[in-house]
């Protein structure tokens, strides 16, 4: 499974101000963009390349990448899986923390503020 293009863009390579960091982002995302189509290649080539050498020497090497290149975008969707699900608990906590914070309650304020500052 290949990477879409968002998925190799930092955080800050949005914020860049200065013409410079501009130029250079761009030549960045155009190698990325690059890579990634490369890569999209050779998953498609062992993937074939699987089928075509069966029952030949080469079959055993062939499976090994394969099986690797299968095991890399296995790790890559669990750490997508893992980033939404840290994004989707932050946003929880935010919305609770906002939501007690604002009751009038001067008991309740302390405990979630004790409670902020433990976390």
Excluded at 1 to 6: E, F, I, P, S, Y
Excluded at 91 to 110: C, F, G, M, S
């Amino acid at each position: 499974m290949c990477l879409t293009t968002a998925s190799w863009h930092t955080r800050d390579e949005h914020a860049l101000g200065t013409t410079a960091n501009a130029e250079t982002a761009i030549l960045e995302s155009n190698i990325k963009d690059k890579f990634k189509t490369v890569w999209c290649g050779v998953e498609l080539f062992f993937n074939k390349a699987e089928k075509i050498v069966a029952g030949t020497p080469l079959q055993i090497p062939v499976n090994i990448v394969d099986t690797l290149i299968g095991l890399k975008n296995a790790v890559g969707d669990v750490n997508n899986e893992l980033d939404a699900l840290m994004n989707r608990i932050n946003n929880h906590l935010v919305a609770l923390y906002e939501t007690l914070i604002y009751n009038d309650d001067t008991d309740l304020k302390n405990i979630v503020e004790g409670f902020s500052g433990y976390v």
